[in-house]
């Protein structure tokens, strides 16, 4: 099993700034892209940001030129820095990671326990 550790949600106002962070650990696995997804209240989760192994980086529309998805490859960590923060930013924000089985070579999906932002206007 990989487990995600997220951090760093919470309260603030709009044109706010934030950083999230996840934490993956896991010995028997390698940690390939992790990423970030949120879910507001009534909605689908959806795609935040992702970033790969070797740092190559995806961003959804509607956070590009505010949000900056990075990565610690040594400590299996990636962070969300989240700028100019909008109500409609309001979710609970998801870290994932596909990782591959060292023992079976098999691929995939943990997800993190979510952490809450809310952004008020």
């Known amino acids: 099993q990989v487990q995600l550790v997220e951090s760093g949600g919470g309260l603030v106002q709009a044109g706010g700034s934030l950083r999230l962070s996840c934490a993956a650990s896991?010995?028997?696995?390698?940690?390939?892209?992790m990423g970030w997804y949120r879910q507001a209240p009534g909605k689908q989760r959806e795609l935040v940001a992702t970033i790969s192994s070797g740092g190559s980086t995806l961003y959804a529309d509607s956070v590009k030129d505010r949000f900056t998805i990075s990565r610690d490859n040594a400590k299996n960590t990636i962070y969300l820095q989240m700028n100019s923060l909008k109500p409609e930013d309001t979710a609970v924000y998801y870290c994932?990671?596909?990782?591959?089985?060292?023992?079976?070579?098999?691929?995939?999906?943990?997800w993190g326990q979510g952490t809450q932002v809310t952004v008020s206007s």
């Open positions: 896991g010995s028997t696995f390698s940690i390939n892209a």
């Open positions: 994932k990671a596909l990782a591959v089985s060292t023992t079976g070579g098999n691929s995939y999906r943990f």
